[in-house]
């Protein structure tokens, strides 16, 4: 599929201690990764992304799964660099999406199934700087979560892309991020509201 839109896979692997050879020797522009790899098939595969994230700082990270898995997603949005993503496997049939969610963590976004933003939302508590938020700028962040863009925020909620920019701009203020060079902010916006 990945190869049909144009993109090279440098390498498949079937187990962690493969994944981490394969990210030393090929350095990867993105990683896309199962939660479970063999041989026990439950977390060996999230467990290998994490320490080649570790090892490889900002490393784009897509990883697919067929459920939540609320603790490694949590450490997996803990680092605040590089891409991020998290599908739910049945939810990455359309070929065109999945693509677009990997050209989308490999640049440095995020992309996170809604189901994740849910289940991990549900879990938090809502202290800090994001429970300032009002609830439409809690929306447009759901949306940010997910990967949409301005466009498709502002199609979502039925308003302006003007008033998606503008809230945008609020949520960046009440989480006190500043403009800069080094860093994305709608990344840390998007992590600030996940880690919450």
Known sequence: MLQAHGMTVVRGVETGPELLAAVAEEQPDVLIVDVRLPPTFTDEGLRAALEARRTSPGLPVLV???????????????????????????????STEFVEAVRRVAGGGTAMDPEVIARLLTHNSGNGAVASLSPREREVLSLMAEGRSNAAVAQQLVITERAVAKH?????????????????????????????
């Open 168 to 196: 945008t701009a609020s949520i960046f203020t009440r989480l006190g991020l500043q403009p800069s060079d080094d860093d994305n902010r709608r990344v840390l916006a998007v992590l600030a509201y996940l880690n919450r």
């Open 64 to 94: 697919l799964s067929q459920y939540v898995e609320q603790l490694y997603a949590r450490e997996l949005l803990a680092g605040g660099s590089g891409g991020i993503g998290y599908l739910l496997k049945d939810r990455v049939l359309d």
